[in-house]
């Protein structure tokens, strides 16, 4: 049976990988995440999921990994995961009566077979006008601090919204599960 590592610390993908049924670990890449000079969100994202996959993968050949990242855009700008709370309360401020891209590249890579598949994933969420109040009220309540543009959909996060696009809703939490699943079936993985 294949070892299947998600390349993550993050709660949310483990979470998300979770619904697939499938025997795992989770394996932090310890990788340098700054962004490289005047590189395009894209970019950015796609190539930090195929490093934590990497990194990964030096450690354990013979495993199937998960390596997955995410940034938002609001006009252009790469928003990460907030500072702290004024930051957070900045983010959402610029978001509100906007539509905002959420960015995910993942790489699933077998380093022992040469196997590799890598993708991006694009989901838009238009924020309604939101007021001080309601921004303070969200943060307090859910404090999506670790979370990029400090939005948390799968909560109290989808009253900020006025509408979301995308192809896979998983995406926006940070792993892309249908074209996850399709892979890990390409690879020969049972799913479900």
Known sequence: ????ILASSSPYRRELLQRLQLDFECISPNIDESRQEN???????QRLAIEKAAEIGRQCPEALIIGSDQCSLNDGKILGKPKDRD??????????GKTIEFLTGVSIQHPQ?????????????TF????????????????????????KSEHLGI?????MRGDDPTALIGLPLIKVAQSLRVFGLHVP
């Open 113 to 125: 077979s040469g196997w590799q598949q890598d993708w991006l994933d694009i989901f838009e969420v």
């Open 128 to 151: 309604r006008k939101l007021s001080q109040d309601e921004i303070e009220r969200y943060l307090d309540t859910e404090q999506p601090f670790n979370c990029a543009g400090s939005f």
């Open 159 to 163: 009253a900020l919204c006025e509408a």
């Open 39 to 45: 590189e395009q969100a894209e970019h950015y994202v």
């Open 1 to 4: 049976m294949t070892r299947l």
């Open 87 to 96: 930051h957070a309360i900045e983010q959402l401020c610029a978001a509100s």
